[in-house]
């Protein structure tokens, strides 16, 4: 089945506008942003909702600033805007490294953080990073905001935090002294969904790891955070055989299924090897010893 079911569509002109539509819509209302998760989704006929709330005109949901030492990024904004930001090259470049990896320049002119979030697929990209980073996200309702972390959004499969009426306004990630971050991906081919991928965060103080965030994407049901890996990592010296150990711990901590990708061995292996990568790549960014 190629055609969606039929829908109602409506162009939301205000946040709030769009937020009394999901309330008074009820269950069967989706929002729209990029379009590149639900309207496959929809043709497939996986998902089928009755109305259509397009959010693409709330351009005032497209930024990427600084603001109340965090950087801010609106839920409309554009993989290409993630991938072009200086903020984020200087301060996150996770992002760049991701969004380098991320679809095809097609999908990454549409699709945005907000969707990528929402949809919940264990294997996107920007939900690690996120969840490495400690990111926190904004969810308005007509109640007003409340203002959730990484850790609690995404609640299973395709599942998040956002309730009925609730819309993601913005992802927030506090600007932190002594940061790397970086992102490693293995895929088939240029544009496809990751086999595995592993996103790393390290705070350095001194000569000590302050604190650090693992997160893996593609290898279980849900973005996974590898939080024995920030366990083991604080308080200690970074160093080659930890950045083994925590890799250790993601190829544990992974619950990979075998499909056209690969076996669950090699995606298991791969998950521990992209970790201690990724937190290698980091932790020389933290250290200004790469570019
Ligand atoms: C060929 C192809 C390859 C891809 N490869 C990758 C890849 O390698 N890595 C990767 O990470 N992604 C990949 N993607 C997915 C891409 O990143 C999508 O852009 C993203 O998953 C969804 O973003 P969107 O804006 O298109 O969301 P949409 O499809 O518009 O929406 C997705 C879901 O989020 C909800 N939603 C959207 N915005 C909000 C909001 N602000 N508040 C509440 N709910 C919201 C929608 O209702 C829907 O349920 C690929 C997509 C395609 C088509």
Redesign the pocket.
Same mark, same amino acid.
């Given at each position: 089945m190629q055609t969606p079911a039929a829908f109602e569509y409506e162009r939301a002109t205000s946040v709030e506008g769009a937020i009394a539509s999901l309330r008074r819509l009820g269950s069967g209302a989706?929002?729209? =942003?990029? $379009? %590149? !998760?639900?309207?496959?989704m929809m043709k497939l006929r996986l =998902?089928s909702p009755e109305h259509l709330i397009d /959010?693409n005109d709330l351009t005032d949901?497209a930024y990427i600033r600084e603001e109340g030492g965090e950087v801010r990024i609106g839920?409309?904004t554009r %993989?290409v805007d993630l991938l072009r930001s200086e903020l984020l090259a200087e301060h996150f470049p996770i992002f760049r490294d991701a969004e380098t990896? /991320?679809? &095809?320049p097609v999908?990454r002119n549409? $699709?945005?953080i $907000?969707? !990528?979030l929402?949809?919940a &697929?264990a =294997? #996107? &990209?920007?939900s690690a990073v996120c969840a490495a980073l400690k990111a926190k996200v904004v969810l308005r309702g007509s109640e007003g905001e409340r203002v959730v972390g990484m850790d609690e959004f995404h609640v299973g499969p395709y599942m998040t935090a956002?309730g009925e009426g #609730?819309?993601?306004?913005e992802v927030r990630i506090a600007r932190r002294p002594g940061v790397g971050s970086a992102h490693e991906k293995v #895929?088939r081919r240029a544009? &496809?969904? =990751?086999i595995a991928a592993a996103s790393a965060a390290v705070w350095i103080d001194g000569a000590t790891i302050a604190d650090a965030g693992v997160a893996l994407a593609a290898v279980g049901l849900t973005t996974i955070d590898v939080s024995r890996a920030g366990e083991l990592l604080r308080g200690k010296a970074p160093s080659e055989e930890l950045f083994a150990q925590a890799g250790v711990l993601a190829s544990e901590d992974c619950a990979p299924m075998a499909d056209s990708r690969g076996p669950v061995d090699y995606k298991r292996h791969l998950a521990g090897v992209l970790a201690t990568r990724a937190l290698r790549r980091a932790t020389a960014r933290a250290l200004h010893e790469e570019a």
């Open positions: 989706r929002v729209i =942003a990029g $379009g %590149h !998760s639900l309207l496959p =998902a /959010i949901l839920a409309l %993989h990896v /991320i679809a &095809d999908v549409r $699709g945005t $907000g969707g !990528s929402c949809q &697929d =294997a #996107e &990209d920007l956002v #609730e819309l993601l306004t #895929e544009g &496809d969904w =990751a």
